[in-house]
């Protein structure tokens, strides 16, 4: 029963040092999402993918890329980090969205919070 | 323009009394709309959806939708201390697109 699994929980970077979140879910979902939630803020979109081997950007994509070689995985990697960066990383996955099922929803891990020194 | 916008708040009502929550957004062809809680420092999680105009009601919810005026509310009956959290209004078109969040305080 582990739906959407995000590691790690808490990370503190220097500034132009890089890394990878990881996440994956076991939900058989094809879509899955990278989002970004400053302090106070709502959520933002950074990339998106609709199956293994597609990704697409979001609002966000500056400053980050991912890859889906799988269906049950999608790490996103931080490049030469900023304190910009500093934020709660959320990963999600859908069943297609729209018209794929009006009431489809996202599901979301539990989060990770990046701090950018 | 943003593409979807809540009143940020706070808003702060006393317990038992209606909470309304309030969202709009920019793009007509957007297809399902959604209400996310949020508490401190956790994960959304969905309280409901509402895809077509009128409203809808579960338990304590009723959704809101009125695609003429691009325009989706929540309310909250009978407010919980519990419902204290920010309410975060979503859009789907392609993806999924989230408002700012409208920070709710029900007062015991």
């Known amino acids: 029963n582990a739906g959407v699994t995000q590691t790690p929980k808490f990370r503190i970077l220097k500034i132009g040092q890089s890394m990878t979140l990881q996440c994956t879910q076991d939900m058989n979902h094809n879509y899955m999402y990278w989002y970004r939630q400053d302090p106070g803020m709502g959520l933002k979109l950074i990339y998106y993918s609709v199956g293994a081997g597609i990704t697409d950007k979001g609002e966000v994509p500056n400053g980050y890329n991912v890859s889906r070689s799988t269906t049950e995985d999608f790490p996103l990697r931080l490049e030469l980090a900023a304190p910009s960066q500093t934020s709660v990383y959320f990963c999600a996955s859908s069943y297609p969205l729209g018209q794929g099922g009006p009431g489809n929803t996202i599901y979301f891990g539990e989060g990770s919070w990046l701090t950018v020194v | 323009q943003k593409e979807v916008e809540q009143n940020s708040g706070p808003l702060s009502v006393p317990e038992g009394a209606i909470a309304s929550l309030n969202c709009t957004y920019s793009?007509?062809?957007?297809?399902?709309f959604f209400w996310y809680r949020q508490y401190s420092g956790k994960s959304p999680e969905l309280i409901m959806f509402i895809y077509s105009n009128g409203d809808k009601e579960d338990g304590r919810f009723t959704a809101q939708l009125n695609k003429a005026s691009q325009y989706v509310s929540l309310l909250i009956r009978d407010s919980q201390p519990s419902d204290s959290a920010t309410y975060l209004c979503a859009v789907v078109l392609n993806d999924m697109r989230f408002g700012a969040g409208t920070r709710l305080t029900v007062k015991p």
């Open positions: 793009d007509r062809g957007s297809q399902s």
